[in-house]
T-cell receptor, first 114, second 115 residues
Framework: GNSVTQMEGPVTLSEEAFLTINCTYT??????LFWYVQYPGEGLQLLLK?????DKGSNKGFEATYRKETTSFHLEKGSVQVSDSAVYFC?????????????FGRGTSLIVHP | DGGITQSPKYLFRKEGQNVTLSCEQN?????MYWYRQDPGQGLRLIYY???????QKGDIAEGYSVSREKKESFPLTVTSAQKNPTAFYLC??????????????FGPGTRLTVT
């Protein structure tokens, strides 16, 4: 079946540090890939997405590139802020064997200190 | 303003009681989903519906039930058969039943506590 693996958290950084959160996937086919963000006590919201290989998704200073050769979609930001503290979820979506359900990683908590 | 509403935000129940969580969307989306979120476990799919009057079990459907009588509504009932119902419940929708390229839109969640 399909699966998404994210690096374990929490990731703790100082403000203005560089962020990388690793995400790799297993899928039989060519999925669409997503990063969602969840702030404390809230639902998830889409951060960025990429629908085919070599696409780069970007939003609010965050970027991720769809790498088919390494089956990865790592999230990066050049300079994090305290307000970026949240849980980040990597997800894929693929129609496979009659199942059309997005698959989520376990989430990576990011804590940014002033 | 289009979006998904879940009510209430916090819900408290005694063990042995059934409880229904509300989820309403005005985005005109076909597909709707219920997830359960526990600390450190990410999102686990309970039920999903790709069209009105049709729904399928997800990975952890035991002890839960749903209905989809209207496109905009997808209520979840947590029954007394659910062994460990205390959790954060998230409802989501998507314009594409295949959810291939369209993202999911999430509600704010309901935190259920059963004692």
């Amino acid at each position: 079946g399909n699966s998404v693996t994210q690096m374990e958290g929490p990731v703790t950084l100082s403000e203005e540090a560089f962020l990388t959160i690793n995400c790799t996937y297993t899928a039989t086919g060519y999925p669409s890939l997503f990063w969602y963000v969840q702030y404390p006590g809230e639902g998830l919201q889409l951060l960025l997405k990429a629908t085919k290989a070599d696409d780069k998704g970007s939003n609010k200073g965050f970027e991720a590139t769809y790498r088919k050769e390494t089956t990865s979609f790592h999230l990066e930001k050049g300079s994090v802020q305290v307000s970026d503290s949240a849980v980040y979820f990597c997800a894929l979506s693929l129609a496979s064997g009659g199942s059309y359900i997005p698959t989520f990683g376990r989430g990576t908590s990011l804590i940014v200190h002033p | 303003d289009g979006g998904i509403t879940q009510s209430p935000k916090y819900l408290f129940r005694k063990e042995g009681q059934n409880v229904t969580l509300s989820c309403e969307q005005n985005l005109n989306h076909d597909a709707m989903y219920w997830y359960r979120q526990d600390p450190g476990q990410g999102l686990r799919l309970i039920y999903y519906s790709q069209i009105v009057n049709d729904f399928q079990k997800g990975d952890i459907a035991e002890g839960y039930s749903v209905s989809r009588e209207k496109k905009e509504s997808f209520p979840l009932t947590v029954t007394s058969a659910q062994k460990n119902p205390t959790a954060f419940y998230l409802c989501a929708s998507s314009p594409d039943p295949l959810a291939l390229t369209y993202e999911q839109y999430f509600g704010p969640g309901t935190r259920l506590t059963v004692t």
